[in-house]
C-alpha cells in the first residue's frame, strides 16, 4: 500500500522579490501575489533600537502593519506611511488565507 500525500500552501505567496519605491515619507511596495487572503506589511527603520525577531512576527504584523486584502491573484501596491525622511528601512511582510493560516516566521524574514 503506497501513501501519497501533497503540501498545498493556501495563503497568499509573494511571486519574486518586492519593488520598493521610497518618497519622502512613505514606500510603495509593489508585490505580485498569488492566492487569496490578507497581506501584512511593516517598514522597521534601522535607526531602531533592540530590534528582535518579535518585531515582524506574524502577530506584530497583524497588529501594527499595513493591511490589504488579496481577492485574486495579481500585483498590488501596499502604501507604507508616516516614515522619517532620509531614513532606511528594512520592509517585512506576512500573508494568511481568510481562515488565518498563515506564513511561519521564517517565511516572514525572507520577505525582506
Given at each position: 500500500m503506497d501513501i501519497a500525500y501533497d503540501f498545498y500552501i493556501f495563503y497568499p505567496q509573494l511571486m519574486g522579490r518586492a519593488m520598493a519605491t521610497p518618497g519622502r515619507t512613505f514606500?510603495?511596495?509593489?508585490?505580485?501575489?498569488?492566492?487569496?487572503?490578507?497581506?501584512?506589511?511593516?517598514?522597521?527603520?534601522?535607526?531602531?533600537?533592540?530590534v528582535d525577531s518579535t518585531w515582524y512576527s506574524p502577530n506584530v504584523l497583524k497588529s501594527v502593519g499595513v493591511s490589504l486584502s488579496i481577492l485574486s491573484s495579481g500585483n498590488y501596491t501596499v502604501h507604507l506611511p508616516d516614515l522619517s525622511p532620509?531614513?532606511?528601512?528594512?520592509?517585512?511582510?506576512?500573508?494568511?488565507?481568510?481562515?488565518?493560516?498563515?506564513?511561519?516566521?521564517?517565511a516572514v524574514v525572507a520577505t525582506k
Open positions: 514606500i510603495n511596495l509593489n508585490v505580485s501575489l498569488q492566492g487569496t487572503g490578507r497581506l501584512y506589511c511593516r517598514a522597521i527603520g534601522h535607526f531602531e533600537t533592540n532620509s531614513s532606511t528601512y528594512d520592509v517585512y511582510c506576512y500573508s494568511e488565507d481568510f481562515n488565518g493560516v498563515g506564513m511561519s516566521t521564517d
